[in-house]
C-alpha cells in the first residue's frame, strides 16, 4: 500500500484528487493540507511514501516544501502538481529534489499512473515539461561536469552513466548483473556524493 500525502491549497481541486485518488488500489492517503504548517511534523508523524506537491502555496512555496521534506527524511518521493510551465519553476523544483514534474490539466488516471511510478523511484513528466527539459538540453546551456571529482567506485561510476543515458532500473540491473535491491543501494551512495535526491536532478545536471 502507498501511503500518499497532498499538499493543495485549492479548496475544488484538493476534493477532485481526494475523489479520484481514494478509488484507486494500494494508495492510502494519509495526509492532506492546504499549505506547509508544521510540515516536519506531519511527514514524521504519517510518513508517506510519496508526496504530491503544489507550487504556489501559502506563505511556504512548495519547492522550499520539498527541500524541507528532502532534508528530514530523503528518501520520501516528491512530484510537483502545478498549473505552472515555466523553465525556472520546473528545474527549482528538480534541482529542490522532486522526482516528476505534473500539470493540473493532466488526467486522472496519469496521475494514478504518476503515483505508482514515483513509488518506485522512476521519474515523470508531462509531456510539455519533458519537451522544455529536452529543448534545455539541446540548447547547450546546461553545465556539463566531470563525474571524476566525486570519488565514485568503479561500479557507481558505471551505474551513473547508465542513468545518464536514461536506461530503466531494470535494464541497468542486468547490464551489471546485480539485484535490483542491489543497484539501489549504489544508487543512495551515488546521490550521498553527488549531494541530489533523485533521478530527474541527475538529468538537470548531466547532458
Same mark, same amino acid.
Given at each position: 500500500?502507498?501511503?500518499?500525502?497532498?499538499?493543495? @491549497?485549492?479548496?475544488?481541486? +484538493?476534493?477532485?484528487? &481526494?475523489?479520484?485518488?481514494?478509488?484507486?488500489?494500494?494508495?492510502?492517503?494519509?495526509?492532506?493540507?492546504?499549505?506547509?504548517?508544521?510540515?516536519?511534523?506531519? !511527514?514524521?508523524?504519517? #510518513? %508517506?511514501?510519496?508526496?504530491?506537491?503544489? !507550487? @504556489?502555496? %501559502?506563505?511556504?512555496?512548495?519547492?522550499?516544501?520539498?527541500?524541507?521534506?528532502? &532534508?528530514?527524511?530523503?528518501?520520501?518521493?516528491?512530484?510537483?502538481?502545478?498549473?505552472?510551465?515555466?523553465?525556472?519553476?520546473?528545474? &527549482?523544483?528538480?534541482?529542490?529534489?522532486?522526482?516528476?514534474?505534473?500539470?493540473?490539466?493532466?488526467? %486522472? @488516471?496519469? !496521475?494514478?499512473?504518476?503515483?505508482?511510478?514515483?513509488?518506485?523511484?522512476?521519474?515523470?513528466?508531462?509531456?510539455?515539461?519533458?519537451? /522544455?527539459?529536452?529543448?534545455?538540453?539541446?540548447?547547450?546551456?546546461?553545465?556539463?561536469?566531470?563525474?571524476?571529482?566525486?570519488?565514485?567506485?568503479? +561500479?557507481? #561510476?558505471?551505474?551513473?552513466?547508465?542513468?545518464?543515458?536514461?536506461?530503466?532500473?531494470?535494464?541497468?540491473?542486468?547490464?551489471?548483473? !546485480?539485484?535490483? @535491491?542491489?543497484?539501489?543501494?549504489?544508487?543512495? /551512495?551515488?546521490?550521498? /556524493?553527488?549531494?541530489?535526491?533523485?533521478?530527474?536532478?541527475?538529468?538537470?545536471?548531466?547532458?
Amino acid at each position: 500500500m502507498i501511503r500518499l500525502a497532498i499538499f493543495e @491549497d485549492n479548496i475544488a481541486y +484538493r476534493k477532485a484528487l &481526494q475523489t479520484f485518488i481514494g478509488t484507486a488500489e494500494n494508495i492510502s492517503l494519509v495526509h492532506v493540507g492546504e499549505n506547509l504548517s508544521n510540515l516536519t511534523k506531519i !511527514i514524521a508523524t504519517v #510518513k %508517506p511514501d510519496v508526496v504530491i506537491m503544489d !507550487i @504556489d502555496l %501559502p506563505k511556504t512555496s512548495g519547492i522550499e516544501g520539498v527541500k524541507i521534506i528532502k &532534508q528530514v527524511a530523503p528518501d520520501i518521493n516528491i512530484f510537483m502538481l502545478t498549473v505552472f510551465e515555466d523553465d525556472d519553476k520546473i528545474f &527549482q523544483s528538480i534541482k529542490a529534489g522532486a522526482l516528476g514534474y505534473l500539470l493540473k490539466k493532466d488526467s %486522472p @488516471d496519469k !496521475i494514478i499512473d504518476a503515483i505508482h511510478a514515483i513509488y518506485k523511484g522512476e521519474s515523470v513528466m508531462n509531456g510539455q515539461i519533458a519537451r /522544455k527539459i529536452l529543448d534545455y538540453f539541446s540548447s547547450g546551456k546546461q553545465k556539463n561536469i566531470d563525474v571524476e571529482e566525486y570519488n565514485l567506485t568503479k +561500479r557507481e #561510476k558505471e551505474i551513473l552513466l547508465l542513468l545518464i543515458d536514461g536506461l530503466s532500473y531494470k535494464q541497468i540491473a542486468g547490464k551489471c548483473f !546485480i539485484s535490483i @535491491d542491489t543497484l539501489f543501494s549504489h544508487i543512495r /551512495k551515488i546521490y550521498t /556524493k553527488l549531494n541530489i535526491h533523485s533521478r530527474a536532478e541527475i538529468s538537470a545536471r548531466f547532458r
